[in-house]
């Protein structure tokens, strides 16, 4: 269990952290007002929801820790990757060490080249949706979905919403961050994480759609009004299927918390 605070998320209480993603319904009965990060993270743990401490996690971090969790857990199944794949997972390593225009299209271009088929595109995804630096033009697009149920959702995969809204449907914008749109490198950090973990077991991969890049918009929609559905919240699973997932996670539940808790770090 959890024996140092996880000092890299920022966020008093877990509830703050839990906006940007819908816990499981399990994980949504432990979540209290008054929780800490930690304590949330802790309680999952114990209660074997490893997929929701993931995400928690991915969500609290700040970007660059959030896609080094992401990259960090791609290097556990390198050798099952593929050649893209790892050229992907480099690109976001470069990002988090120099987090600038050019490497974040650096990765945006990897993620595409990999077909965002892989725990390295996905990785190099969440770099280049960060809103750290501001992405090159012709980088942000709507999010693409990643559909997975039977064994693969068991694994911890999870669904990514498409933008929806008068300005969306695929369109490039300059920037995430000019266009107001809300985080979702933690959301491809935390597919990324979990994709590994169900590479290393051997689990049945989530297909990936690829997000749909269009022309940026005129320049008369300099600020876009973008609408992000509700993430679906995963499947409620049986105690047994628990107990199988969290065992698939664990290593990658705790590389999280090394990394949470300032342990391990690019520098």
Known sequence: MISLPLTKIAAPT????????TPSPQAAALLKPEMTPTQYVSALEQNKLSGDAIQTMAHGMPERESVWYACKSSDRVAGQMTPADQAAQKAAE???KNPTPATQAQAAKAASAANYNGPGAWAAQAAAWSKTTPAAPGLAAAPPAIAGGGAAGAAGAM???ALGGPAAAGAAVPSL???GVPALT???ASGSVMLAAAMEAKAPIPKLEPPNFQAPPPPAMENPAFTVPEIPAAPELSAPQLAEVAKIQQPYLDLGKEIASGQNTWA
């Open 14 to 21: 877990a509830a703050q952290v839990t906006k940007g993603f």
């Open 94 to 96: 470069t990002w988090v």
């Open 159 to 161: 669904a990514i919403p």
């Open 177 to 179: 961050a000019a266009a």
């Open 186 to 188: 933690p959301h491809a």
